[in-house]
């Protein structure tokens, strides 16, 4: 009889214990789905500045670059972030996987074992994706970064019509730029979405 109770304690703990990690999952995919759309925000509003430079007829030069200069440092920290969460996701996040896999190791009806696996399994395909996308994120960032490094330094001593017309081929090419990162960006928002929704209570 002792031996059954501990048998049923163990298994309500492994099973207390694995909620509990898909739900810190669960709450650790919503906060890193809020900070991905930040960094989507942010780089458009820095296109948008970068863009602003450029565009015809002529603006006020000297606000417009005030304006694109000021975007470049966020934009950097939102690539630092990037990079830190792909970090823990190889890292760290997968510590949730494990505890899960243990109840499931754990269930011993047939049926219900393998149920509960193709479940687990359906999630780490998911965060799977999650991770590939802003680990593409982060590599298509440096260039990005690179260029938008370039136009500033450039025009930091050449705020003039001269200066912008130097850059316009670059402003082309980090446009190009953003199209990569960003597609990498929101392929991980969607991502996000469909696991958020499977985790749900």
Known sequence: MKKHILILTG??????S????QEMLAASIGETRTETQRT???LKATLDAL?????????D??????????????????????????DWMAGEGQRYFSTWQSTVDAIVNPSLKKKAQKRLD???????????????ANEKFQPFL???????????????????NAVRDTVSNANW?????????????????????????
């Open 177 to 201: 730029r953003y199209r990569s990162v960003n597609a990498a960006v929101q392929q991980a928002l969607k991502e996000m979405k469909r696991m958020e929704d499977a985790l749900k209570p």
């Open 122 to 136: 359906s999630v780490k395909e998911t965060y799977g994706k999650v991770s590939k996308s802003l680990t593409t």
């Open 61 to 86: 030069i000297a606000a417009a670059y005030t304006a694109f200069a000021a975007e470049v440092p966020k934009t950097e920290a939102a690539a630092a972030w990037t990079k830190t969460r792909v």
């Open 51 to 59: 863009n602003g430079l450029v565009r015809k007829p002529q603006p």
């Open 18 to 21: 694995a909620r509990a990690n």
């Open 11 to 16: 298994i309500l703990t492994l099973l207390v």
């Open 40 to 42: 989507a925000d942010q």
């Open 146 to 164: 690179s260029d938008l490094s370039d136009i500033q330094k450039t025009l930091a001593n050449d705020i003039t019509a001269g200066g912008v």
